[in-house]
């Protein structure tokens, strides 16, 4: 069943969820490369122990992360996987990954598959969580990740895209206090993502809005032209109602109600109330420069 593929996934304190993930790839990648930040339990012992290339960076943000996996890994396969060290494929995909590589004509170099995401063990069917569908399987040298803070994708610089129906499980079995802590980080870099559209003080990667296309593209344009023009935590509280009610959140039980409303509500009131926070750091300053040395002093990140 192995195909020529490298799987990559990135890892800090992931010894309860490694071993899962790469059992889930090893039968039909070829090489497993994890690029980890330093753990300090046992991902390397496992990762090794079950064959994968283990290497070590320091993390500054996903983005910045994989990129440096793609550079300095010395990937030799025609085709690379990106897995997260908490997800998992499940058998239908590993076939069908198999059988439309050796189908695959020149033009197509990239894949899209779905993802099924799981909370406290419920798979969470509705309210727009699934299917989602993600650029996961790529051609070396045609993709690349954007280098943004939150929300980064991987596109394609030339060639054709196809879409499998099979599904990456992601299904985290850290517990709810690490669930929260986990979102309060996302929210920080969220609200880096939503400052920078007003203040253009970082790097703006605008790959995404030019090549890709599909879903990942729809939900960029609504958040960046949309949700971040509504009035701070009014938004919050209309998604999280589009996601329970129109989008038949409810139907995902008592369970459902706790992600839909952990998920879409508080964690983006969170994401609003670290920019009302910024904003009073920033005060009247308007040039780019300034504003990133105030973040950058009071967040202690290298941005």
């Known amino acids: 069943m192995k195909t020529d593929i490298t799987a990559i996934i990135l890892t800090f304190n992931e010894s309860q969820h490694i071993k899962r993930c790469i059992e889930s790839v090893r039968d039909f990648c070829s090489n497993i490369v994890v690029v980890d930040s330093y753990s300090t339990d046992d991902t390397k012992i496992i990762a090794e122990n079950l064959g994968a290339k283990f290497l070590q960076n320091p993390w500054l943000n996903y983005a910045n992360q994989f990129q440096w996996a793609l550079d300095n890994a010395s990937i030799d396969t025609e ?58 399987l790529f051609r070396r040298g045609s993709g690349r990740i954007e280098q943004r803070w939150m929300d980064e994708h991987i596109v394609l610089e030339w060639g054709r ?41 970082m790097f703006s990667d605008d790959v995404m809005t030019q090549q890709a296309h599909g879903q990942a593209k729809v939900k960029r344009w609504l ?62 300053e308007q040039e780019p420069a300034i504003i990133k040395a105030i973040l950058k002093a009071k967040l202690r990140l290298a941005l």
């Open 79 to 136: 085709w690379v996987f990106r897995i997260d060290a908490d997800e998992y494929v499940e058998a239908n995909l590993k076939r069908e990954i198999v059988k439309a590589l050796s189908q695959a004509d020149e033009e197509v170099c990239g894949f899209f598959v779905r993802r099924k995401y799981i909370f406290l063990g419920r798979w969470m069917r509705h309210g727009a969580m699934y299917p989602i569908e993600v650029l996961r």
């Open 223 to 284: 958040k960046t032209t949309v949700y971040a023009k509504l009035p701070m935590f009014v938004r919050p509280l209309l998604y999280f109602l589009y996601r329970y009610f129109l989008k038949l959140g409810f139907l995902d039980g008592v369970k459902g109600f706790a992600f839909h409303f952990m998920q879409g509500c508080w964690y983006r009131c969170l994401v609003d109330l670290k920019m009302l926070e910024a904003e009073i750091w920033i005060g009247d």
């Open 161 to 201: 895209s196809c879409r499998l129906q099979g599904n990456i499980v992601d299904d985290n079995l850290n517990n709810v206090s690490w669930w929260i802590e986990k979102h309060n980080g996302y929210a920080t870099r969220e609200m880096l993502d939503l400052l920078n559209l007003k203040y253009g003080f």
